[in-house]
């Protein structure tokens, strides 16, 4: 009988964290679904809820890229604002009875995933080959895929989307066309971030910071000029594109977040996130242990531009407005400030940051300062940024994790007896001061 | 043999060969670093590669493991042409090395720190990795056992949980050098393991050497400073001087070649003797 209860505590012990944060997760969503459904939480704190998570989805990708990888990027504000100027095109053109930009988006990104695939495995076939010519080489593939698309598959394909999607319902059609746009968002955002990151990733660290706030300027720019230089005249340039659908809710955003959470903490807890992380630790053993550190690098980088175009969608269906403005490159510095504030390579402190960030700098602070005292607000958290960098340089949770993202787990239906890897696990804990004693 | 000493049985002469560099020079803008290099490794080897600081030992190193591509040569490990692939490749195909200065991912677990270099043969992909699929938790498991065995084998396992760059340098270097084995190498490179070591801690490294030599079936090119780890070890040696090698035989005839010795202690110490 006390064998039971004894492997009963082994069981919880195993699944605990992952469980915890099931419930915890669920718990926050039902909570703010009730309030949202009962109007305690009215549109402007719904405003600053949703804006808050695609703060904290952006400075994810960006504690994956710095933290994680040890790539300093500024660009993040400019995959944001690809991923939320795409994905607003695809719906603002689909209200309007123009499926052009879904089918093109879609199908586009589909034919450069194939075209990439083609041109990977040529250029595999050749030995030193230079940085130049690959990035060309993934450059011309990407443009054709996406004259192919255009010129050829959105003719023959463009009335037959429309009319399939709409033989569904149009609320759920409309749910479909959402997601999609989403995807199609992101997958943009991922594939400039690759097409940028090729040649840029060579250069080390701080001279790929410097690069990526170029990569976000030139967004600015050509979204300033959208309906000039650019063939949007639905994005209206530097006045800003307005009639976007409203069509982000909770359910979208939360699971949009928890799925980012997720991916992150697999990736990260896997053999391909260690490679990802010995990168950061030193570039040329990290090669001469066999790790492919330009694969890793591009990998954890696109995989955090990914996760900037997905918060950019949320975030342009949520204010169903857009304005290059909002993307400038001092902007690009917010994830940056979030992710450092919350501690390099702590998913926990970027999460719980992220929403501090905006609750209190867009949502609190803006209501509870006197009238024309908001201005306030940008001496008041330079000063706190400043402290913290005084009084506890590693960021609010340093290396902390809450005990689901902190481990790979044995797997859920294995027997308790095999405990290896719980035993393998680093607490935190002991991490800082071990670090603490070797410095 | 060219790269080879003439004085080696001809017993020996019949093992495979593991790796050949054949007149591999190269540059650093206009400064000839490596001149005509030579050598030619077999299997179960321990050979060594001295020479006074900047002779280009190094060099040849960064050289074998695609650090640097050699302006003009050939390097073949096992009958693969080396010259132009990229270092990861290299280490891929059986090539494992250690640093002169050690270089271990000083902030990650002494653990992980073995786990990352069984990368490449982790058997399970990316997309595994994000769905956490079965064989996930199958290979990570395998992988992390194979991990703690190799620790075992080094003395390491009941620090595997401590933070690399926390142990005392003689078990940082012991390490990297299982670190380096993980992969299952044929040739190991160690470059100048014994820097920073007092003579017991060398006394070990000594042991070591030849334990990982018979117990992994490695060839073994060391980089030393050390006369005395390097003729206590080494079957045979190549000198370097200059970017070109100026001598090369048995540990006793390198010791009383006056070229050599004219290398590392001047003109005046050969005139003296």
Same mark, same amino acid.
């Given at each position: 009988m006390g064998n039971t209860t004894l492997e009963g505590s082994r069981v919880s012990k195993r699944l605990g964290p992952g469980l915890y944060f099931l419930l915890g997760a669920l718990a926050f969503f039902l909570l703010v679904q009730v309030l949202l459904m009962l109007g305690v939480i009215n549109n402007f704190w719904r405003g600053i809820i949703f804006w808050g998570a695609a703060i904290t989805i952006v400075a994810l990708g960006l504690n994956l890229i710095y933290g994680f990888n040890g790539q300093f990027s500024l660009g993040q504000y400019g995959f944001y604002a690809i991923g939320a100027y795409a994905s607003a095109d695809i719906t603002y053109r689909w209200t309007r009875e123009d499926p052009s930009a879904l089918v093109v988006v879609l199908l586009g990104v589909l034919l450069v995933l194939l075209f990439y695939i083609a041109v990977n495995a040529l250029l595999r076939r050749f030995y030193g080959i230079t940085v130049m010519t690959r990035f060309t080489a993934y450059l011309l593939a990407t443009i054709l895929a996406f004259f192919i698309a255009v010129r050829f598959l959105l003719p023959i394909t463009g009335s037959l989307v429309w009319n399939m999607l709409n033989l569904l319902p149009k609320a759920i059609s409309q749910q479909v066309v959402f997601f999609l746009a989403l995807v199609g968002g992101a997958a943009l955002a991922g594939i400039a971030s690759f097409l940028f990151g090729i040649p840029v990733l060579e250069l080390g660290s701080d001279y790929f910071g410097i690069s990526t706030l170029g990569f976000t300027i030139i967004i600015k720019v050509l979204l300033d000029n959208t309906d000039t230089i650019l063939p949007f005249a639905e994005m209206k340039g530097a006045r800003g594109m307005v009639g976007i659908p409203r069509w982000t809710t909770w359910p979208w955003v939360f699971f949009s977040l928890v799925l980012v959470i997720l991916i992150m903490r697999n990736l990260l807890h896997s053999s391909v996130g260690r490679s990802i992380v010995s990168v950061r630790e030193d570039e040329r053993a990290a090669q001469l242990v066999g790790i492919d550190v330009a694969y890793a690098k591009i990998l954890a980088f696109v995989v955090g531009s990914v996760f900037a175009g997905l918060a950019g969608g949320i975030r342009a269906h949520d204010l169903a407005f857009l304005h290059p403005q909002s993307f400038n490159f001092i902007q690009s510095f917010n994830p940056l400030i979030i992710v450092i504030f919350g501690g390099l390579s702590s998913m926990t402190g970027t999460v719980v940051t992220g929403f501090l960030w905006i609750v209190l700098l867009e949502g609190a602070l803006r209501l509870w300062l006197p009238q024309g005292f908001e201005t306030w607000r940008f001496v008041v958290y330079p000063l706190i940024l400043l402290l913290m960098m005084l009084l506890r340089p590693e960021g609010l949770f340093g290396k902390y994790e809450i005990g689901f993202l902190r481990q790979s787990l /044995?797997? /859920?239906? %294995? %027997? /308790?007896?095999?405990t290896h890897e719980e035993a393998s696990s680093v607490e935190p804990a002991k991490t800082r001061t071990s670090k603490e004693v070797a410095g | 043999m060219k790269g080879r000493p003439d004085s080696l049985s001809p017993e020996v002469e019949e093992h495979p060969v593991v790796l050949e560099v054949e007149s591999v020079t190269h540059f650093f803008g206009n400064l000839r670093a490596v001149h005509n290099f030579d050598i030619v490794l077999r299997h179960g080897e321990l050979v060594g590669l001295i020479g006074p600081n900047g002779a280009g030992k190094t060099t040849v190193f960064n050289l074998i493991t695609g650090v640097y591509r050699a302006s003009k040569g050939s390097i073949r490990f096992r009958g693969a042409e080396l010259v132009g692939l990229p270092s990861h490749e290299i280490i891929q195909m059986g090539i494992a090395r250690t640093f002169q200065n050690i270089r271990l991912f000083s902030d990650l677990s002494v653990l992980d720190n073995v786990r990352i270099a069984y990368h490449p043969h982790a058997g399970y992909n990316l997309l595994d990795s994000v769905l956490r699929t079965p064989r996930f938790y199958e290979k990570e498991a395998e992988m992390t056992r194979r991990a703690q065995e190799f620790l075992d084998i080094f003395g390491l396992v009941e620090r595997q949980n401590d933070i690399a760059g926390s142990l005392p340098y003689g078990l940082q270097r012991r390490l990297e050098i299982a670190r380096a084995l993980a992969a299952q190498p044929r040739l190991l490179i160690l470059d100048e393991p014994a820097a920073g070591m007092n003579p017991q801690e060398i006394d070990q490294l000594l042991d070591l050497i030849n334990f990982i030599r018979d117990r992994f079936n490695l060839t073994i090119l060391l980089v030393e400073h050390r006369m005395r780890l390097v003729m206590n070890v080494c079957e045979w040696i190549t000198v370097m001087d200059f970017g070109e090698v100026i001598a090369r035989g048995l540990p006793e005839e390198v010791r009383s070649n006056p070229g050599v010795v004219e290398a590392y202690l001047g003109r005046q110490a050969v005139v003296l003797r």
């Open positions: /044995p797997a /859920p239906w %294995k %027997k /308790p007896e095999d | -």
